[in-house]
């Protein structure tokens, strides 16, 4: 069986940083691309970010780029995500997911999710 489990989300303040994590396990990462997508409340699951099994990221929301990075460590089994300069828009709940490329940012272009990690950005 095919899982993913994130972890590292909490509450922060504007301005700050956070460490996100997914643990993938049932399947070889290096075989998978994995993005992170987020939530927000009353809003549309969005992809952010993917990293694809060379290591290259694309980028699918143009306000994080200079503040999200994307890497993996395979013989972990880990995708991260670094949050820096957060900001209370970038509260949600952020998901990570696998499929065999970064072929969109859709819900629909990956296979397997996690259950999500909550991150707060308030004062």
């Known amino acids: 069986q095919l899982q993913l489990v994130e972890s590292g989300g909490g509450l922060v303040q504007p301005g700050g940083s956070l460490r996100l994590s997914c643990v993938v396990s049932?399947?070889?990462?290096?075989?998978?691309?994995v993005a992170w997508f987020r939530q927000a409340p009353g809003k549309e699951r969005e992809g952010v970010l993917c990293?694809?099994?060379?290591?290259?990221?694309?980028y699918y929301v143009d306000s994080v780029k200079g503040r999200f990075s994307i890497s993996r460590m395979n013989a972990k089994s880990t995708v991260y995500l670094q949050l820096n300069s957060l900001k209370p828009d970038d509260t949600g709940v952020y998901y990570c997911a696998a499929a065999w490329g970064c072929n969109g940012a859709r819900r629909d272009d990956y296979d397997f999710w996690g259950q999500g990690t909550q991150v707060t950005v308030s004062a």
């Open positions: 990293i694809d099994i060379t290591g290259g990221s694309t």
């Open positions: 049932g399947f070889s990462l290096d075989l998978y691309a």
